[in-house]
């Protein structure tokens, strides 16, 4: 019998197991144990890389289900040239992901981590912690999938108004400014852009240096490869940013966020954008729903056998 493969609780596997009963599942943390060959669907969220190597040690797999949006973990050829279809629901978790935008804002311009970060070395910086009004900071969004879009909805009605970086493949009708207009006048800047070789590193020096004079905050709910997180983290040292927020925080970065001796405005969280109860709750249905059309329609999952 073919398999349904769950990696690091991409999904309720127990939930799975009682909708689709004729079906074996596997539960696994990562793709680094040994791995079951009779897989013919796995579910994964981010942080598991899904390349050439993993998937020769699953012949029978026909599906890849993406429960979330950013698929820069997956060799999305790898997978084409082999017959294997990609499932992802990339709006489920979009709303979470704008509202901890609001929340990196607001704290970012009160300097609320400024403030916590100097209390846990043993400084009372009060004087440090002069924030600004949300209301004045004109706020400019780069990428516009579902999270710069979902950003928008949470930002617009309490920031100085929001832009977003012009790109080809912008929908139309939005709020548009050429990326240097964006860099020059904007306080806030928001980085929602999915992770390619033309956006890796793009939030670097030459940014940061076109910003620097309106010293802004700055905003990550994309891919943290698309920041030079060195460079970032020495503007916010020197000043030319008031305040950095990075969500998509994995273990792997560690080693490049700790160990500060002085007080940064620095908001860090790990991966949580998405990561509400009610998110997770329709990730599962999906995930289970779509498994059941799968199953539906491919006896391989029932009966078992080879392409």
């Known amino acids: 019998m073919s398999a349904v493969l769950v990696v690091r609780g991409a999904a309720d596997s127990g939930a799975i197991r009682r909708a689709l009963p004729g079906v074996l599942v596997h539960d696994l943390l990562d793709l680094n144990s040994p791995l079951p060959a009779d897989t013919a669907v796995i579910v994964l969220r981010s942080g598991v890389r899904l390349g050439e190597r993993e998937l020769d040690a699953f012949p029978r797999l026909r599906h890849v289900v993406r429960t979330g949006s950013g698929i820069d973990h997956i060799d999305v050829s790898a997978l084409r040239k082999r017959g294997i279809t990609l499932h992802r629901n990339a709006e489920a978790g979009a709303g979470a992901v704008g509202e901890w935008v609001l929340a990196a804002a607001l704290a970012l311009a009160r300097r609320i981590p400024l403030g916590q970060h100097a209390l ?19 706020t400019g969004i780069w990428g516009a999938g579902p999270v710069g879009l979902a950003a928008d909805w949470a930002l617009a009605p309490y920031v100085g108004g929001t832009a977003f970086a012009a790109w080809p493949s912008n929908p139309p009708d939005l709020r548009e400014l050429p990326q240097t207009a964006l860099m020059e006048q904007s306080q806030v800047h928001v980085i929602a852009l999915p992770l390619r070789p033309t956006t890796e590193n793009l939030i670097g020096e030459e940014f940061l240096e076109r910003v620097a004079p309106q010293r802004p905050l700055l905003i990550c709910a994309g891919r943290l490869e698309t920041l030079d997180l060195t460079a970032c983290l020495r503007a916010l040292a020197d000043g030319r940013l008031s305040g950095l927020a990075l969500d998509p925080v994995e273990r792997e970065h560690l080693p490049l966020l700790t160990g500060s001796t002085s007080p940064l405005n620095l908001l860090l969280s790990p991966h949580i954008g998405a990561q509400r109860s009610d998110v997770r709750v ?9 498994l059941k059309e799968i199953t539906a329609d491919d006896k391989v999952l029932i009966e078992g056998g080879h392409r």
């Open 120 to 138: 846990l070395l043993g400084q009372h910086e009060k004087q440090a912690c002069m924030g600004a009004s949300l209301g004045t900071l004109a």
């Open 282 to 290: 329709a990730l599962d249905q999906w995930a289970v729903d779509l």
